[in-house]
Structures are given as C-alpha cells and as structure tokens.
C-alpha cells in the first residue's frame, strides 16, 4: 500500500541504513536549521518501532560490516551514477578510488 511507504522506509533507517535526513544549525542545508537533527530520528525510531538509539547504531553497524561499509567494491568495471541534483549523491563515490 502506498500510503504505507514513508513508514516502511523509516523502519529501515532504523533498522539498518541510519542514513536519516538533517538541517544542522551552521550547515549550509537550504531548509529551516536545527529542526531536523539525529535526537528527533532516533525519538521517532524509539516511539514509533520501540528501537533505541542504540539499536539503531548496532543495526547500522552490522549492515555496513554485512556488505563492506565504505569499502570500494572489488570489481573493474564500476560505475557510480550520480549528479549534482541527485539527493544520494553525497553517499556515492565521487572521486575515482586509487588501485
């Protein structure tokens, strides 16, 4: 159900990627500043799923040990697709890794 989406994707930034959306006071985010910070996402985790902030560290923990964390991959032939309006382009590779 699409109406169910934003929940499914917060429980997964609980529970395994961690890579919640801040507008920290000093930063150059274009929205309102120091409204959106890790104590508000770690709260809703807790309220919400009953997953404490230290879960949420473990869970992030194990997904990046699980598939490498900010290892390059192995591979050759790579390519990371990315522009400057992609919202993901900052956790992308952005500078060619030295083999």
Known sequence: DS??????WTYQLCTEWGN???CDEGSNCPF?????DMDLWYNMCL???????????ANVRKTNEFYGGTKFPGGTQVVFP????????????????NH
Not at 47 to 57: G, H, P, R
């Open 3 to 8: 109406r169910n989406f934003f929940r499914i």
């Open 20 to 22: 919640f959306i801040t």
């Open 32 to 36: 309102t500043r120091g409204y959106n």
């Open 47 to 57: 309220e919400v799923y009953n997953i404490s902030k230290a879960q949420v560290l």
């Open 82 to 97: 990315n522009g400057e309006v992609d919202p993901w382009h900052s956790l992308s590779v952005l500078v060619p890794p």
